[in-house]
């Protein structure tokens, strides 16, 4: 069974960065393409990004490009999310998530972590 927990979340300023990390334990970290999503309150999950397991392809949600960033590092198990130019739209709860299938992009990966809170202030 996979683990996976989210760190890096708080308060921040309009205008400011945030880097949220997501280590995982439990499975083969390396073959997983890993995920974002957030959910706003009273708002439905929303996809941030995703990056496949070489590292090399990402995919990012419309809201979010050209602010954020995925990066992974396999040998620590962890994939990074980057926020830029952090907005009070971007409050959310923010949930990496892990796909061992060869889809291209899936709103239902196969393990989750509980999420970690992001708070912009305007």
């Known amino acids: 069974q996979v683990q996976l927990v989210e760190s890096g979340g708080g308060l921040v300023q309009a205008g400011g960065s945030l880097r949220l990390s997501c280590t995982a334990s439990?499975?083969?970290?390396?073959?997983?393409?890993m995920y974002w999503f957030r959910q706003g309150l009273g708002k439905e999950r929303e996809f941030v990004g995703r990056i496949k397991n070489s590292g090399d392809d990402t995919w990012y949600g419309n809201s979010v490009k050209g602010r954020f960033t995925i990066s992974r590092d396999n040998a620590k198990n962890t994939v990074y999310l980057e926020m830029n130019n952090l907005q009070p739209e971007d409050t959310a709860v923010y949930y990496c998530a892990a796909d061992s299938s060869a889809m291209a992009l899936t709103t239902k990966p196969d393990y989750w972590g509980q999420g970690t809170q992001v708070t912009v202030s305007s």
């Open positions: 439990g499975g083969s970290f390396s073959s997983y393409t």
